[in-house]
Structure formats: C-alpha cells, structure tokens
C-alpha cells in the first residue's frame, strides 16, 4: 500500500508565501510523474504543477511564475512553493503521484490540504 501525505496548508494573506509538502511512504520501487492539483468550492479539480522523475517542472498558466514545484528523490517527497499568492488561489491542494509497485504501475492521490488566500 502507498500512502500520500500533504502538508504545509494554512491560511495566508494576499501576497504571502507557503510551501507545500507530499512525502510517499509503503511499499513502492519507484515513483514517476508527481503532481500538485487544486479544487476550489463548486470547481474541478485542475493540475496547478508537475515534475517528471528526473526533475522537469511544467505549470498551469495561472500560477506560472509564482509557484515553484520540486522533488526530493531521497525522501520521496515533491514541494509546491507558492509565492505572491492571491485569493483566487485558495483551493483545497491535493498531491498525486505515478508509482510503481508489486502490482505494476498505479496513481495515488493524498488526502488534500487547504489552502486559504485572504485577508
């Protein structure tokens, strides 16, 4: 089983900073493609970053320039640092990974963090 725990969410003013956490932990051989999603109230769900396995970062328009994703391979764990944040950025931030185990290669989602932009 592969677990996906979130962390570093709060509530921040307009133009702040926070830095998200994800850290893997079970019984995997690798992980692939990680990936940092959002959903606001009455919203999908959308990709706001991704980082391949070799550290190749791609990003959503709307945060490009602010929000910085990264990876530790060591630890197993990918970083969502935001900058200059807005209000439209409020949203609950889920963590979603490409894994390989056993049972071949799955995606596994986090539990999701809450992110609150406002003053």
């Known amino acids: 089983q592969v677990q996906l725990v979130e962390s570093g969410g709060a509530l921040v003013q307009p133009g702040g900073s926070l830095r998200l956490s994800c850290a893997a932990s079970?019984?995997?051989?690798?992980?692939?493609?990680m990936r940092w999603y959002r959903q606001a109230p009455g919203k999908q769900r959308d990709v706001v970053a991704l980082?391949?396995?070799?550290?190749?970062?791609n990003y959503a328009a709307s945060v490009k320039g602010r929000f910085t994703i990264s990876r530790d391979n060591a630890k197993n764990t990918v970083y969502l640092q935001m900058n200059s944040l807005k209000p439209e950025d409020t949203a609950v931030y889920y963590c979603?990974?490409?894994?390989?185990?056993?049972?071949?290669?799955?995606?596994?989602w986090g539990q999701g963090t809450q992110v609150t932009v406002s003053s």
């Open positions: 979603f990974a490409f894994v390989r185990t056993t049972r071949g290669l799955d995606n596994y």
């Open positions: 079970g019984s995997f051989f690798a992980i692939g493609e």
């Open positions: 980082i391949s396995s070799s550290g190749s970062p």
